[in-house]
T-cell receptor, first 111, second 113 residues
């Protein structure tokens, strides 16, 4: 069973608009969440994270929101740029640096 | 340049022929791990190592072996590969600089025929 779910396999957004990527998790004991970005032929790279003691964390154009009661987090990218086209993975930290990943969402930014 | 290096990038083999995928990091990280990426499943942890001579199973360890004889190297061994091990493999490391902040290699695409 998937403990972390990204229900949208793909998302297409116009350049300059907001991109919103969603992620749901099953275990209310999870306390640290991350987003990774992956370009083709490269490994995933860390993008942004959030602890369960917060409900929002912002880094430049990227903001992660955490809704603990709904067991849901989202990544907002504003404004979206062509270089943001990539696969985005949501992940939860399970201790000993272990990450449990979602299935990924392919984001395409259209000019 | 700080990096995690995997080799080979692409590998095609046949069922039952032993193979090793190498992984090396130059950041003096204690923690290293292996993940496989499959469509619709995301990345799943195979094995991890907290330090030299300390390894443990992840979520999908069947059919794999690892060793950690040196801090920088963490090879993944498939003693008798099968077609269900066809996948994209990633090695990762972490030096304690942030929870869950892994540095990944560029990946090894393995096809077992």
């Amino acid at each position: 069973d998937q403990q972390v779910k990204q229900n949208s396999p793909s998302l297409s957004v116009q350049e300059g608009r907001i991109s919103i990527l969603n992620c749901d998790y099953t275990n209310s004991m999870f306390d640290y969440f991350l987003w990774y970005k992956k370009y083709p032929a490269e490994g995933p790279t860390f993008l942004i994270s959030i602890s369960s003691i917060k409900d929002k964390n912002e880094d430049g154009r990227f903001t992660v929101f955490l809704n603990k009661s709904a067991k849901h987090l989202s990544l907002h990218i504003v404004p979206s740029q062509p270089g943001d086209s990539a696969v985005y993975f949501c992940a939860v930290h399970q201790g000993a640096q272990k990450l449990v990943f979602g299935q990924g969402t392919r984001l395409t930014i259209n000019p | 340049e700080a990096q995690v290096t995997q080799n080979p990038r692409y590998l095609i083999t046949v069922t039952g022929k032993k193979l090793t995928v190498t992984c090396s990091q130059n950041m003096n990280h204690e923690y290293m791990s292996w993940y496989r990426q499959d469509p619709g499943l995301g990345l799943r942890q195979i094995y991890y190592s907290m330090n030299v001579e300390v390894t443990d199973k992840g979520d999908v360890p069947e059919g794999y072996k690892v060793s950690r004889k040196e801090k920088r190297n963490f090879p993944l061994i498939l003693e008798s590969p099968s077609p269900n091990q066809t996948s994209l493999y990633f090695c990762a490391s972490n030096g304690g600089q942030g929870r869950g902040k892994l540095f990944f290699g560029s990946g090894t695409q393995l096809s077992v025929l």
